[in-house]
C-alpha cells in the first residue's frame, strides 16, 4: 500500500515552454501533497504544501506565478513549470501523506521527474 | 547555518565495515526524526524513524540527542547493497503543517 506515481518520469522541453507534472496517490486519499526540487549533489527542498480544495502554501523564494499548483482531488495534485528555463532543469519529487495511517506524519514519495530545459 | 547539516562524504568502506554517520539539526522544536536512503537518480525511501531511546533495526541503529540536536546513524557489517546516499531528514511544524527538512545526504561506497 502507500503507493504515489508520478508523470512523466523525465521530461525534456524547450526554453519558454510549460509543463505538467502529476502527482497521484494510487491506493489512499491525500488531503496533503508536497513538492520538492533536488539539484545535482543537493538536498531536497520543499517548494509547496499542497492541499485538497485549496490554495497551495508555498516557501520563501519559490514563485508561486512560476511554479502553479493544483490539488483538485484527494488522489491527485499537479505541477505546472510556466515558462521553464534551463535554471528550471532538476529532479521534481512529490509526496503525499496518508492521514488515515497511525503515523499520519509519514510521507510517501513519488519516484520524482527529471525535467531539462534547453 | 543549514536547518540540517550532514558530512557530504564520501565514506568509502569495505565490506564487513562498521560506519557512523553525524547529523545535527537548527530548529530545538523539530518533533521527529528520521533517516532515509536515495540511491542515485530515485526517490528518498525511509530506513527508519529515529527515537529519543535509540533504536535498532538490523544491522542499522539509530541515536538521537535532543539536548545536543544530534542525529547518529550506525551500519554494522556493511553490505555493498548499503551503496547509496543517506539522508537525515527532521519534521517540523512551522507555518502551520508538519514539513520534512532534508539534510544534503551523506554518501555511502561499499567495496568489495
Known amino acids: 500500500g502507500a503507493v504515489v506515481s508520478q508523470h512523466p518520469s523525465w521530461v525534456i522541453c524547450k526554453s519558454g515552454t510549460s509543463v505538467k507534472i502529476e502527482c497521484r496517490s494510487l491506493d489512499f486519499q491525500a488531503t496533503t501533497m508536497f513538492w520538492y526540487r533536488q539539484f545535482p549533489k543537493q538536498s531536497l527542498m520543499l517548494m509547496a504544501t499542497?492541499?485538497?480544495?485549496?490554495?497551495?502554501?508555498?516557501e520563501q523564494g519559490v514563485e508561486k506565478d512560476k511554479f502553479l499548483i493544483n490539488h483538485a482531488s484527494l488522489t491527485l495534485s499537479t505541477l505546472t513549470v510556466t515558462s521553464a528555463h534551463p535554471e528550471d532543469s532538476s529532479f521534481y519529487i512529490c509526496s503525499a501523506r496518508d492521514q488515515g495511517l497511525i503515523s499520519p506524519n509519514e510521507q510517501f514519495f513519488g519516484p520524482g521527474t527529471r525535467l531539462t530545459v534547453l | 547555518r543549514k536547518e540540517v547539516e550532514q558530512d557530504p562524504g564520501p565514506f568509502n568502506v569495505p565490506e564487513g565495515a562498521t560506519v557512523a554517520f553525524n547529523c545535527t539539526y537548527s530548529n530545538s522544536a523539530s518533533q521527529s526524526f528520521f533517516w532515509y536512503r536515495q540511491d542515485c537518480r530515485k526517490e528518498p525511501k525511509l530506513l527508519m524513524s529515529v527515537y529519543s531511546s535509540g533504536n535498532e533495526d538490523g544491522r542499522f541503529t539509530a541515536q538521537l540527542n535532543r539536548a545536543s540536536q544530534y542525529i547518529s546513524l550506525l551500519i554494522r557489517d556493511s553490505k555493498l547493497s548499503d551503496s547509496a546516499t543517506y539522508l537525515c531528514v527532521v519534521n517540523t511544524f512551522s507555518g502551520g503543517y508538519n514539513k520534512l527538512i532534508f539534510g544534503a545526504g551523506t554518501r555511502l561506497a561499499v567495496h568489495p
Open positions: 499542497s492541499n485538497e480544495g485549496s490554495k497551495a502554501t508555498y
